[in-house]
């Protein structure tokens, strides 16, 4: 078992920064990657970003292209999602995601982990 535990969240004015964290424990060794998800009220969960075990690969959804930046911290088991420009879209509760396989990509069934999501806040 994996256990998440996401932190960072909170209130921002647009144009704004946050650096929201995931951390890991137990069976991180069985672990092929970090997503970040995010769900806003009334919408689908939809992908932001993913990083490989190692660190040297990483995605981003188009709207997080040029704002967002998922770096990992192996010796701590922690993901950060450095979040700049925020913009009232994106607000949402974000959730970090492990997956235990390869090609995990963009797709949230193939994490099998989650954390219990931290809130953004963005106002205008």
């Known amino acids: 078992q994996v256990r998440l535990v996401e932190s960072g969240g909170g209130l921002v004015q647009a144009g704004g920064s946050l650096r929201l964290s995931c951390t890991a424990s137990g069976r991180t060794f069985t672990l092929y990657g970090v997503g970040w998800f995010r769900q806003a009220p009334g919408k689908d969960r939809e992908f932001v970003a993913s990083i490989s075990r190692r660190g040297d690969s990483t995605y981003y959804a188009d709207r997080a292209k040029g704002r967002f930046t998922i770096s990992g911290d192996n010796a701590k088991n922690t993901v950060h999602l450095e979040m700049n420009s925020l913009e009232p879209e994106d607000t949402a509760t974000y959730y970090c995601?492990?997956?235990?396989?390869?090609?995990?990509?963009?797709?949230?069934?193939?994490?099998?982990?989650w954390g219990q999501g931290t809130q953004v806040a963005v106002s205008s």
């Open positions: 995601a492990a997956a235990t396989a390869p090609n995990f990509g963009i797709w949230s069934k193939a994490y099998a982990y």
